[in-house]
């Protein structure tokens, strides 16, 4: 059963970078043919999809984050990454990873204040 599960800080300051990593069981990143997915939902927010990153490494992003979102992986790891630079109280959210046939993370709250 593939499992996925978000880490990271859970206080960020603003103007800084959001780093989190999904670690990834019972499946592999580099060989699996799934979109490897980062949603959020802000307090009183429905989801928000963040961004995807194939099998290929190829990645998309929301238009909404105006380009401060980087989604990477490690393979060796077997964890796909998420950066959000230039963070703002607006970032606050509750943050998921996900792989796209239905694997979803329990979350992790990212609050973002100084």
């Known amino acids: 059963q593939v499992q996925v599960q978000e880490s990271g800080p859970g206080l960020v300051k603003p103007s800084q970078t959001l780093s989190l990593t999904c670690s990834v069981s019972g499946g592999s990143i580099a060989t699996d043919n799934y979109r490897y997915i980062w949603i959020r939902q802000p307090p009183g927010k429905g989801l928000e999809w963040v961004g995807v990153i194939y099998l290929d490494g190829t990645t998309r992003y929301s238009p909404s984050l105006k380009g401060r979102a980087s989604i990477s992986r490690d393979t060796s790891e077997n964890q796909f990454s998420l950066q959000l630079t230039s963070v703002t109280p607006d970032d606050t959210a509750v943050y998921y990873c996900?792989?796209?046939?239905?694997?979803w993370g329990q979350g992790t709250q990212v609050t973002v204040s100084s």
């Open positions: 996900a792989i796209s046939f239905g694997a």
